[in-house]
C-alpha cells in the first residue's frame, strides 16, 4: 500500500497518476498535504505538481475521451466526495489500459463511480445558479454567500458573467473560504476573511440598500403567495430544497421583523 | 414604488395567477449581447420550489385580477367577490427587474384579467414587455398571455418581445365551455393560437435566411386544460392535446387539476380532493407522446377512455399488449427499448450504450439504475429468461403493486395524503 500525498489541486492530482505509472505503485491510497501528517503507511511518495507531467496525463485522457468525458473527470474531482482520487484513478487505468473510448461502459464500475460523483456536482452546480440570493449594498454590489457541498464556483462563474454583465457581483462560498468576483470586465478568484458577526441581522441593515429589505419581504410575500394550499407536499418541496441550503435562501428564513 | 401598497397587490395578484400551471423558463434562444441584464438561452432554472412542490422560476403575476368576464373555474370571475387591484406598467417592471438582479427568477409570467376590452388589455401586456426589452435591456424570460380577441397587430408585436405567448383553452370540450363560460367560445381562443403559429413558422424562416431578423417567440407558444371540473375522458383531453401538438406546433400542453374555489353548483364542491393522481397520469401520457414514440390511441381508446390511476400508463400499455413482450434488450432497437416498463429514456440510451461494450446481464441493469422490479417482467436475456414467462397481465400487476411502494398507495382513488 502506498499513500500518496498531493497538493489537493486537479494538476496535483494528475500529477500524481503520472508518478503512480511511472513507479508502478498498485495499491494506492490519496492525501491531500494539509491532512497527511502520520505515518500511516510504510510508502509515501510525495508528488510534486509539474505541469508537464499533469498535461501528459491529461493528453493521454483526452485521446481516448469525449469532451464530456474529460469534464465529467474534472466535475467528479470537485465533487470532494470521500476517496474521489480512489474513484478517479480506477477511472484513468480503465480509460487509458483500452485504446478506445470506454467512457459509455456502464456495466463498468470505475465508469459508473465516477459519473455518479460528476453528476453530484453538476446537479449542485446547477442548483447554486438557482439558489443564489443576491443582496444589494449601498455600494451598489450584488453579493451572495453559499455553501455547496461541492466546489461549484469555478462551474457556475459563466453563467452568473453572461447573466449580470451590467452589475457588480461577489458570490462567496464560506465553506470553502473563497469566492468569485465580478468588476463589469472579468470574474477574479478573491480570498477573503469573512467575521460571522458581519452575517448579523444589524450589520446587514447598515451595509445594505435602502431597498433591499423591502424586496426580500416582497419575495418572501410572493413566495407564500403562489403556494397552493390544497396541493401541499412537503415531501416534494424537501426533495427539491433540501434543508441545508435553507440558511441562505430568503425565502425560507422568516423575516427578523415580523 | 409605495412600499405597503406594492406589498398588498403583488400578494393579491400572484395569488390570483397561481392557478396558471406553466412556469418554464426553458427553450428560448435569448442571448445578452452589449452587457445588457439577463441571458434566456438555454435550459431552465426552478429558483425555488413552493411547499406544494411546485417550481418558481417566473414572477408570475396578473396585471390586474379586474375582469369584464364570469368564467365559473377562475378565482377572478367577475361575481366573485374578492379584493381586486391592478398594478402600473413602471411597477412591474420595477418588481421584475428587482427580482431579477438578485437572482431571485429567470423571468416574468404576464397574464391579467380582461378589463374594458382584449385589446385594451393586451396593450398594456405588449407595453410592459416592450419597456422591459428596450428601456432595461432585459434578455431575461419573459411569457405573456395573449388575450383572446386581441387584434392580430398586437399579437405581432407580443411575439417580437416575448419568448413565449400562451392563451389557455382552459375546457377540453366547447361543451363545457358553453356551460362554464357563457361568454366564451372555443373559436376564441384557436384563432388567435393559428395566427401566432403561421408568424412563429414564417420568423423561424426568415431567420434562417438572415441571423439578423429579429426572435418571434422563440420559445413557441402553450396552453393549458383545466381537469376535473368537468365530465371529459382522458380520450377527449389527450386527443385535445394531440391536437394542439399536431396541428398548433405548441411546445407545451399543461394539464391543471382543478381546485376547488367556488360553490358553484356546476363545479366540484369547495373541499373536493384536488384531482393530483389523474394531473400526474395525463402529464406521463402527455410524456409517452412526445419523448416515447407511442401514439395517443396506444394509450386511450374508446374501449378503455381513462387511464388507469393504480399504474402509469406505459405499464398499462404494456399489459395490454404482453404480446410484444419480451424484449431483448442486447439487440433490439432503441425505440423498443424505451417502451419496457420500468425503462426511462436516459436508462434506454445508456443500454444501447453500454451493450457494445458486453452483453448485459440483469445485474448490470440494476446497477444501471432501471426500476429492474418492474422491468423484469418483460425483459429477456441471453441466458434462457428465469422468470415465470406465463404470467398473465393481471398476475404481472399484482406483483408489481405489492412489490413497489407506490407514493400514491394509501390513496389512489383522489389525493395525495396531507402532511
Known amino acids: ?258 | 414604488m409605495v412600499n405597503e401598497r406594492v406589498m398588498e397587490k403583488l400578494g393579491i395578484l400572484a395569488d390570483a395567477a397561481k392557478y396558471d400551471v406553466s412556469c418554464s423558463s426553458a427553450l428560448s434562444k435569448r442571448e445578452n449581447k452589449n452587457k445588457g441584464l439577463g441571458n434566456a438561452k438555454g435550459y431552465g432554472i426552478c429558483h425555488a420550489y413552493t411547499e406544494d412542490g411546485r417550481c418558481v422560476s417566473l414572477l408570475k403575476i396578473l396585471l390586474t385580477n379586474h375582469c369584464i368576464f364570469d368564467c365559473a373555474y377562475c378565482v377572478s370571475r367577475k361575481s366573485n367577490d374578492i379584493k381586486r387591484a391592478a398594478f402600473t406598467v413602471q411597477e412591474v417592471v420595477d418588481l421584475t427587474i428587482g427580482f431579477y438582479r438578485r437572482n431571485y427568477i429567470e423571468g416574468l409570467f404576464l397574464s391579467s384579467g380582461i378589463f374594458d376590452n382584449a385589446d385594451y388589455t393586451m396593450e398594456r401586456l405588449v407595453r410592459i414587455a416592450k419597456k422591459l426589452r428596450l428601456e432595461h435591456n432585459f434578455n431575461g424570460y419573459i411569457h405573456l398571455k395573449a388575450i383572446p380577441g386581441a387584434s392580430d397587430e398586437l399579437l405581432k408585436e407580443a411575439g417580437l418581445y416575448a419568448d413565449r405567448l400562451s392563451v389557455n383553452v382552459e375546457m377540453p370540450t366547447e361543451q363545457s365551455l358553453k356551460l362554464l363560460a357563457p361568454d366564451k367560445n372555443h373559436v376564441d381562443v384557436i384563432n388567435p393560437m393559428k395566427y401566432l403559429k403561421n408568424e412563429i413558422i414564417g420568423y423561424k424562416e426568415e431567420k434562417k435566411l438572415n441571423y439578423k431578423a429579429p426572435l418571434f417567440a422563440p420559445a413557441g407558444q402553450s396552453t393549458q386544460m383545466v381537469i376535473g371540473a368537468t365530465q371529459e375522458s382522458d380520450l377527449e383531453i389527450l386527443g385535445m392535446a394531440d391536437y394542439f401538438y399536431q396541428q398548433m406546433n405548441m411546445k407545451r400542453v399543461y394539464y391543471s387539476g382543478y381546485v376547488p374555489i367556488s360553490y358553484d353548483n356546476r363545479l366540484p364542491a369547495i373541499g373536493t380532493p384536488v384531482p393530483m393522481i389523474r394531473e400526474n397520469r395525463l402529464y406521463q401520457a402527455d410524456w409517452l407522446v412526445r419523448y416515447y414514440g407511442f401514439n395517443v390511441n396506444e394509450i386511450v381508446g374508446f374501449n378503455q377512455p381513462n387511464l388507469d390511476l393504480d399504474i402509469d400508463p406505459k405499464l398499462g400499455w404494456a399489459l395490454r399488449n404482453l404480446n410484444q413482450f419480451p424484449v431483448d434488450i442486447n439487440t433490439a432497437d432503441l425505440e423498443l427499448i424505451k417502451r419496457i416498463p420500468g425503462i426511462g429514456y436516459l436508462s434506454a440510451t445508456k443500454i444501447v450504450a453500454s451493450r457494445k461494450f458486453k452483453k448485459l446481464m440483469p445485474d448490470d441493469l440494476q446497477k444501471m439504475g432501471i426500476a429492474y422490479s418492474r422491468a423484469k417482467y418483460f425483459l429477456a436475456f441471453a441466458t434462457p429468461f428465469q422468470l415465470q414467462k406465463d404470467l398473465t397481465s393481471v398476475q404481472i400487476k399484482d406483483h408489481i403493486l405489492n412489490s413497489q411502494k407506490s407514493k400514491y398507495k394509501n390513496d389512489f382513488s383522489n389525493q395525495l395524503a396531507l402532511f
Request: hydrophobic share 40%; proline share 2%; charged share 30%.
Open chain 1, 1 to 258: 500500500m502506498t499513500e500518496v500525498i498531493y497538493d489537493a489541486t486537479y494538476e496535483g492530482w494528475l500529477t500524481a497518476v503520472f508518478e503512480i505509472y511511472e513507479y508502478k505503485y498498485a495499491d494506492i491510497v490519496f492525501a491531500k498535504k494539509e491532512t497527511s501528517g502520520t505515518l500511516l503507511f510504510a510508502n509515501t511518495h510525495l508528488a510534486v505538481t509539474d505541469v508537464a507531467k499533469a498535461k501528459r496525463v491529461l493528453d493521454g485522457l483526452k485521446k481516448r475521451l469525449s469532451a464530456e468525458g474529460i469534464s465529467n473527470l474534472y466535475n467528479a474531482f470537485l465533487s470532494e466526495e470521500p476517496q474521489i482520487e480512489e474513484t478517479m484513478l480506477q477511472f484513468a487505468r480503465y480509460v487509458l489500459a483500452n485504446s478506445k473510448n470506454v467512457e459509455e461502459d456502464f456495466s463498468n464500475d470505475a465508469i459508473r463511480n465516477l459519473r455518479k460523483a460528476a453528476r453530484l456536482t453538476g446537479k449542485e452546480s446547477h442548483r447554486m445558479e438557482a439558489f443564489v440570493r443576491f443582496k444589494l449594498t449601498k455600494d451598489k454590489l450584488y453579493y451572495a454567500i453559499i455553501e455547496p457541498d461541492c466546489d461549484v464556483l469555478p462551474l457556475i462563474e459563466n453563467h452568473f458573467k453572461k447573466r449580470y454583465a451590467d452589475q457588480y457581483w461577489l458570490i462567496y462560498d464560506v465553506k470553502r473560504k473563497y469566492g468569485i468576483y465580478y468588476d463589469l470586465e472579468k470574474v477574479s478568484v478573491v480570498e477573503l476573511q469573512f467575521n460571522p458577526e458581519s452575517l448579523s441581522t444589524k450589520h446587514l441593515t447598515e451595509i445594505c440598500d435602502e431597498n433591499e429589505e423591502f424586496f426580500q419581504n416582497l419575495w418572501r410575500h410572493y413566495f407564500k403567495s403562489v403556494n397552493i394550499e390544497s396541493r401541499k407536499n412537503m415531501k416534494l418541496h424537501i426533495q427539491h430544497m433540501p434543508k441545508r441550503y435553507w440558511k441562505h435562501l430568503i425565502e425560507k428564513i422568516p423575516n427578523a421583523n415580523n
